[in-house]
């Protein structure tokens, strides 16, 4: 079946420096993937998706790119802020189900 | 306003006693979800509904019903409530091509 896995279950940082999270896929349609953030005490929030293969997509500073070839969709920002710290859900629609969750990745950005 | 509302926020509820979670969404989605989220485990699926009296088995529906006789309402149950059932619930609703799904603020619910 569909799976999505995230690598990193946590990442600390110091604000201003670059960060990657980790996102690949598997699945057997056509790939739609997205990228959720959830704050502390809130609900998910859509930051990114993407069916578009090697196109990069960006939002709020953050950006992705899906790669077919690879299975991968890692999130990526130059610069961390203080409030880029949350939880972050690399997600896959698989059609029939919604959308098939990763674990999470924890971000922790420190002054 | 697109919105997806859950009742109540935060629920205490003793081990054996029932629990309805109630969901609404003011968007005419046809799909409705509900999910966990745990600690270490992500969000995982309960039930999925297509749209009115057409639900679906998630992949974690034991000891969980759901019931929407409206499009815009999404009803979880639990009948006899357990201590692992302890967890935060989260509603959500998306379009048919799943475009983009839309989470509620959250139910969290202690079962004691």
């Known amino acids: 079946g569909d799976s999505v896995t995230q690598t990193e279950g946590l990442v600390t940082l110091t604000k201003g420096l670059p960060v990657m999270l980790n996102c690949t896929y598997q699945?057997?349609?056509?790939?739609?993937l997205f990228w959720y953030v959830q704050h502390l005490n809130e609900a998910p929030k859509l930051l990114l998706k993407?069916?578009?293969?090697?196109k990069r997509t960006e939002h709020q500073g953050f950006y992705a790119t899906l790669h077919k070839s690879s299975s991968s969709f890692h999130l990526q920002k130059s610069s961390v802020q203080l409030s880029d710290s949350a939880l972050y859900f690399c997600?896959?629609?698989?059609?029939?189900?919604?959308?098939?969750f990763g674990l999470g990745t924890r971000v922790s950005v420190f002054p | 306003d697109m919105k997806v509302t859950q009742m109540p926020r935060y629920l205490i509820k003793r081990m054996g006693e029932n629990v309805l979670l109630e969901c609404g969404q003011d968007?005419?989605?046809?799909?409705m979800y509900w999910y966990r989220q745990d600690p270490g485990l992500g969000l995982q699926l309960i039930y999925i509904?297509?749209?009115?009296?057409?639900?679906s088995e998630g992949d974690i529906p034991k000891g969980y019903r759901v019931s929407r006789k409206k499009r815009e309402h999404f009803s979880l149950i639990l009948d006899s409530a357990k201590t692992n059932q302890t967890s935060v619930y989260f509603c959500?609703?998306?379009?048919?091509?799943?475009?983009?799904?839309?989470f509620g603020k959250g139910t969290r619910l202690t079962v004691v």
């Open positions: 959500a609703s998306s379009d048919s091509a799943n475009t983009e799904v839309f």
């Open positions: 699945t057997t349609y056509s790939p739609f």
């Open positions: 993407s069916s578009t293969d090697n």
């Open positions: 997600a896959l629609n698989n059609y029939a189900q919604g959308l098939t």
């Open positions: 968007m005419s989605h046809e799909t």
């Open positions: 509904s297509y749209d009115v009296d057409s639900n």
